[in-house]
């Protein structure tokens, strides 16, 4: 409880937060399909390196950190650990990059609406962001192929192929 009060005195006195989100947004999920994903700018105000660490969040059975890697030519996706932000800096998670993975949802995530996500970072804060939907087109990359985590059900996939 004290830490808490502690936490919550020293975030009130701070201009700026460790771990200032902008432009947060979830990709909108077609009727039935598993998976979706968040996307953000983090700027990192600080002169001390910060991590996303976690992210959870109601609407589905599963939140992961993810990356996404070239692998001859293909775009796979990778679960990462952490997703740091250098001090002084920021890190965008976009379509193609890092991202946040929902997985099971269970809703469909439309366009226009609102979905709260929370973010766990590696000096213990966290942020609870009400995060609109949005409809992202699918990506193309230079090979001209779709990503995998475009189709429904590309995960499972992906796995099964390890
Ligand atoms: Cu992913």
């Not at 700026?16 to 996307?39: D, K, Q, T």
């Not at 800096?89 to 379509?95: A, N």
């Not at 990059?97 to 000096?123: A, C």
Request: charged share 20%; aromatic share 2%; proline share 6%.
């Amino acid at each position: 409880m004290k830490k808490i009060l502690v936490l919550m005195a020293s975030l009130l006195a701070l201009p700026v937060m460790a771990g200032e989100v902008s432009n947060p947004y979830l990709r909108a999920s077609a009727p039935g399909a598993p998976n979706s994903a968040g996307f953000m700018v983090i700027s990192n105000p600080t002169d001390q390196e910060l991590a996303l660490v976690r992210a959870e969040a109601d609407l589905a059975k599963k939140v992961e950190l993810h990356n996404h890697v070239n692998d001859n030519g293909v775009m796979r996706m990778r679960q990462v650990e952490k997703i740091v932000i250098p001090a002084n800096g920021q890190v965008e998670l976009k379509p193609g990059g890092f991202h946040v993975m929902i997985m099971g949802l269970n809703k469909q995530l439309k366009p226009g609406e609102q979905e709260s996500l929370t973010l766990h970072f590696s000096d213990g804060s966290s942020q609870t962001l009400n995060v609109p939907v949005k409809k992202v087109q699918p990506m193309m990359h230079a090979g001209g192929n779709k990503m995998q985590h475009d189709m429904a059900g590309g995960m499972k996939k992906e796995m099964h192929k390890h």
